[in-house]
């Protein structure tokens, strides 16, 4: 496993890469202030496709976590999430979201019983800091909906990210279709609510039409596979620190297709964030006297865990 780690580390990465090029996605191809059917058909077709293609159900008490994980981490984060990307000026929403490994610190005391280290920390507010720099500008009064909005995304994916690391997988149970579960489950309590606030669907252009197939199938389905095949396989520091990829991406996607400049300070904030998210991936020896996390897992999760679970905290993103 340790041989496979940074394999593991790069394909899980291209999971918060992949999700930087929604903003342009949205902003260059989308209808606008759609921001609940767009999180429709990001979640509910790539969950459906990748159930068909996994061909496996929940059975059990696995109906309920699939329910409550799809919740957390598609259902109410992606409305959320571009609910606040509406409502608050330049990066604030990214730079709130890039909290997301002090979230996930915390709750890992609750949930995995592991205990926060400095660096755990340092490196979760270096990251942050690192973000805001790139894509913090100068604004007004900030809108209290959005902060909101941008505080219960980042909360809600955050639970999410250590309750699936809590619960693992079934016996059997690949993490395909475990995305597949949670897509749909989040793409069904999704729907009522687009409709109810939005209405019917707009009518599409093939711009639009492209680019809601590149946000299901490659910025949804393989995405979210990748995410949580690596939520799996590392640590929840690990993957979460992953995330300020996500705001880089965008940052860098800005700057080559869509011509905006990047000034030093921001350049100096891409550094920043990107070697906290190196640092993440490091591992670290275990406090002693650390209280060992209270995790059912499978089989095929005691042995991943057993290989990689070897950092004091489990710490999102996205």
Known sequence: MAANRPALIALTALAPISWGST???????????????????????AGLLLLALARVL??????????VLGALN???????LFLSAYRLPGGMAAVVGSIG???????????????????????????????????????????LVGVLAALASTASMSTGTVLTKRWGR?????????????LTAGGLLIAPVALLVEGAPPALDARAVGGYLYLALANTAVAYWLWFRGIGR?????????????????????????????TPVQLAGMTLAFGATVFGQLKSRTTKGAAPSAVSFSST??????????????????
Do not use: C, H
């Not at 903003?23 to 077709?45: C, H, I, N, Q, S």
């Not at 598609?74 to 959320?80: K, W």
């Not at 002090?102 to 340092?122: E, Y």
């Not at 999760?301 to 996205?318: F, G, H, M, Q, W």
């Open 301 to 318: 999760e005691r042995n991943a865990r057993k290989d990689s679970i070897d950092v004091t905290v489990p710490v999102l993103r996205r």
């Open 23 to 45: 903003y342009a996605v949205t902003t260059e191809f989308l209808p606008a202030d759609r921001p609940l059917f767009t999180a429709l058909t990001r979640a509910l077709p």
């Open 101 to 143: 490994p002090l979230f996930v610190a915390g709750l890992s005391v609750l949930l995995l019983g592991d205990r926060p280290t400095l660096r755990t920390l340092l490196t979760g507010v270096a990251a942050a800091l690192g973000v805001s720099l790139v894509v913090l500008k100068a604004a007004g009064a900030l809108d």
């Open 58 to 67: 929940p059975r059990g008490v696995w109906w309920g976590k699939a329910l």
């Open 234 to 262: 590392l640590t929840a520091t690990q993957v979460t620190f992953l995330g300020p990829l996500s705001p880089l991406t965008a940052a860098v996607i800005g700057w080559a297709a869509l011509g905006q400049a990047l």
């Open 74 to 80: 598609i259902g109410a984060f992606f409305p959320l």
């Open 170 to 182: 079934p016996d059997g149970v690949g993490p395909l279709a475990l995305t597949a579960w949670q």
